[in-house]
C-alpha cells in the first residue's frame, strides 16, 4: 500500500524552462510534506517544506503547492539549470509521528 | 564535517553473516532514522530514537534487525544472517528535537550487497 506516488519515473526539461514535479498521497493524517534532491551515491538532501495548513510555499526558485482537496502536491523549478538534474523524492510526515513516508522518485534531467 | 558520518559507504557480505552499519549524527541533533532503499524505490523507514525515549521500531522488516544507540548519539543498525534480500543503501537521518517539525538531514548511506 503506498501510501506517497510519484507516478513519472522521469522527467526531461530544457535549462531555463520550468520542470513540474508531481506526487500524490492517500492519507489525510499527513501534516507535513517535503522535496529532497538526491545525486548518485549522496544522501538525499532537504529542499523544501509544506504544512498541510498551507496551500503555497517558496524558497528561491523552489515552489511548492499542495491541493489537500485532491491529494496532490508539486513542485516547480523556475528556472531549472542543468545543476537540478538529480532524483526527487517527495516525502510526508503523519502528524504526532515523525518517521517519513516516501515516494520512489522522479528523475529530472536539465538539458542544454 | 558538520553533516551525517556513516560508515562503512560500501560493505560486500556473504549471506549469512552479520553486518554492522554505524551512524554519527550531527552535533546536537536529539532524533535520529534509518532508512533504507532498495533498487528502483522509495526510502522505507526503519526504526527511530529520540532523546532517551522508547525507540519507535515500526519499520523494522525482521527480528534479524536490531539497532541502537549509545549514549544519544552514535548509532549502530545491526542486521544478523544476512539473505540477499537485504541487498540495498541504508540510510541514516539526523534531525534537532521532534518539537513541532523539523526536515531530516541524511548522510551518504552504505551500500550493502549479498552476495
Known amino acids: 500500500d503506498q501510501q506517497v506516488k510519484q507516478n513519472s519515473p522521469s522527467l526531461s526539461v530544457q535549462e531555463g524552462r520550468i520542470s513540474i514535479l508531481n506526487c500524490d498521497y492517500t492519507n489525510s493524517m499527513f501534516d507535513y510534506f517535503l522535496w529532497y534532491k538526491k545525486y548518485p551515491a549522496e544522501g538525499p538532501t532537504f529542499l523544501i517544506s509544506i504544512s498541510s495548513i498551507k496551500d503555497k510555499n517558496e524558497d528561491g526558485r523552489f515552489t511548492v503547492f499542495l491541493n489537500k482537496s485532491a491529494k496532490h502536491l508539486s513542485l516547480h523549478i523556475v528556472p531549472s539549470q542543468p545543476g537540478d538534474s538529480a532524483v526527487y523524492f517527495c516525502a510526508a510526515r503523519a502528524g504526532g509521528g515523525n518517521k517519513l513516508t516516501f515516494g520512489t522518485g522522479t528523475q529530472l534531467k536539465v538539458e542544454l | ?115
Open chain 2, 1 to 115: 564535517g558538520a553533516g551525517v558520518s556513516q560508515s562503512p559507504s560500501n560493505k560486500v557480505t556473504e549471506k549469512g553473516k552479520d553486518v554492522e552499519l554505524r551512524c554519527d549524527p550531527i552535533s546536537g541533533h536529539t532524533a535520529l532514522y534509518w532508512y533504507r532503499q532498495s533498487l528502483g524505490q522509495g526510502l522505507e523507514f526503519l526504526i527511530y530514537f529520540q532523546g532517551n525515549s522508547a525507540p519507535d521500531k515500526s519499520g523494522l522488516p525482521s527480528d534479524r534487525f536490531s539497532a541502537e544507540r549509545t549514549g544519544g548519539s552514535v548509532s549502530t543498525l545491526t542486521i544478523q544472517r544476512t539473505q540477499q534480500e537485504d541487498s540495498a543503501v541504508y540510510l541514516c537521518a539526523s534531525s534537532l528535537s521532534s518539537g513541532g517539525f523539523q526536515p531530516q538531514h541524511f548522510g551518504d548511506g552504505t551500500r550493502l550487497s549479498i552476495l
